[in-house]
């Protein structure tokens, strides 16, 4: 059995300068992957790849048995691979409610999609109660809640999220986090890019640190979690 995602010696070069050299990992469906590391160690920059934005200069990825290589990035939409970005890239001016159905743009299920935007507001109550607001009214934390519940308006067989908990306050990571963690228990697949390592490794299946543009450590999150070396570099422990 394939996994739903796999990437195979992925390289993404932006001119001279391989941000991305050679990574291979897979999600398997149901599953939290996570990819930790410091700032530059290429993360970003794999998503982003990986939801057509990028071209890979080499390397192999392939989405529940297709491949990606020539796939634009709406089509890679459509096929179920869902992108939230890192700085949530919002539309300010448009309502909360407007930007949830903008994640929605490629189906035409009214219905389908009325249910999802009430699953969004049982997610995220703050944004039902809000949702005739300009999306530009909202906290960073609430924010993050609308880009996540526009991604998930696409209907994904796997969620990427890319440092969803950036510049919260520790209390609105935690919701972040407990939310993730009940996607989880729904049975939503997620590739999650995390700053807060200790976070991301309690909640992943698998996980993977990369530097430098490379994979150098690969195991469960509770396996990592407990890594010495992973410990010292990430978890600020001695």
Known sequence: ?????????????????????????KVEAGEVVTLIGTNGAGKTTTLRTLSGLLKPVGGQIRFDGKSLKKTPAHQIVSLG???????????????????LRLGAFLRSDRAGIEK????AYDLFPILGERRK???????????????MGRALMSQPKLLMLDEPSMGLSPIM????????AELKSQGTTILLVEQNAQAALSLADHGHVMEVGSIVLSGTGQNLLHDESVRKAYLGED
Do not use: C, W
């Open 133 to 147: 607001q300009a999306a530009g009214t909202l906290s960073g934390g609430e924010q993050q809640m609308l880009a």
């Open 81 to 99: 691979l869902a992108h939230s970005p890192e700085g949530r890239h919002i539309f300010p001016r448009m309502t909360i409610e407007d930007n």
């Open 1 to 25: 059995m394939t996994a739903l995602l796999e990437v195979e010696d992925l390289r993404v070069a932006y001119g001279k300068i391989e941000a991305v050299k050679g990574i291979s990992f």
């Open 173 to 180: 990571m935690q919701k972040i986090m407990a939310t993730i």
């Open 116 to 119: 999802d935007i009430q699953r």
